[in-house]
């Protein structure tokens, strides 16, 4: 069984700065991606910012230059930094991962979602 763990998150003025942490846990064979999504009330899921196993990252344009996305593969673990936040990043937040447990067998996993407010 995999476990996604998220951290941080939590109330901010509009031009502040927020980090946000996720860990995998569990039977891992080997992490492909990590990645963070959100969800706005009334509005579908989004993917925010990405990291493959390559190193590659993607992120929602209207995130770039303002969120960053990194990784500990050593500690199975993704952050996600945020800065310069506006009112319209306010949202659920939620870690991804396609993570194979055996050498065969992958899924895709989601945390529980910490929330984000950014107040104007």
């Known amino acids: 069984q995999v476990q996604l763990v998220e951290s941080g998150g939590g109330l901010v003025q509009a031009g502040g700065s927020l980090a946000l942490a996720c860990q995998a846990s569990g039977s891992i064979f080997r992490i492909v991606a990590m990645g963070w999504y959100r969800q706005a009330p009334g509005k579908e899921r989004e993917m925010v910012a990405q990291?493959?196993?390559?190193?590659?990252?993607n992120y929602l344009d209207s995130v770039k230059g303002r969120f960053t996305i990194s990784r500990d593969n050593a500690k199975n673990m993704v952050y996600l930094q945020m800065s310069s936040l506006k009112p319209e990043d306010t949202a659920v937040y939620y870690c991804?991962?396609?993570?194979?447990?055996?050498?065969?067998?992958?899924?895709?996993?989601w945390g529980q979602g910490t929330q984000v407010t950014v107040s104007s």
């Open positions: 990291s493959n196993s390559g190193g590659g990252t």
């Open positions: 991804n991962a396609y993570i194979y447990a055996t050498p065969s067998s992958w899924d895709n996993y």
